[in-house]
Nanobody, 125 residues
């Protein structure tokens, strides 16, 4: 069993930056694909980034491409999401998730096995 805890959310003005962290415990995540998702009120949960176990396969949707960067430190059992040039439409609850499929490519929530509780990101205009 893997436990995931997100941190780093907050309130930021449009154009600002935040760095989200995801701390994993219970077992190593070094062979898992890791993803960041977000969900705004009244909307479906959507992926914002995913990274395969070695970091060779990385996915971003067009909505965040060029602004968000996912990274991982397998030795520390950590995953990060650097978010730059934030927009009000980035406002959402952000979740860290782990998939037991290592090779990446998972972009749908049902493909992930473990979830954190989420951290709120609010971007003011």
């Amino acid at each position: 069993q893997v436990q995931l805890v997100e941190s780093g959310g907050g309130l930021v003005q449009a154009g600002g930056s935040l760095r989200l962290s995801c701390a994993a415990s219970g077992r190593t995540i070094s062979t898992y694909t890791m993803g960041w998702f977000r969900q705004a009120p009244g909307k479906e949960r959507e992926i914002v980034a995913a990274i395969s176990w070695r970091g060779r396969n990385i996915y971003y949707p067009d909505s965040v491409k060029g602004r968000f960067t996912i990274s991982r430190d397998n030795a520390e059992n950590m995953v990060y999401l650097q978010m730059n040039s934030l927009k009000p439409e980035d406002t959402a609850l952000y979740y860290c998730a782990a998939s037991t499929v290592a090779t990446g490519g998972q972009i749908n929530p049902h493909e992930y096995n473990y979830w954190g509780q989420g951290t709120q990101v609010t971007v003011s205009s």
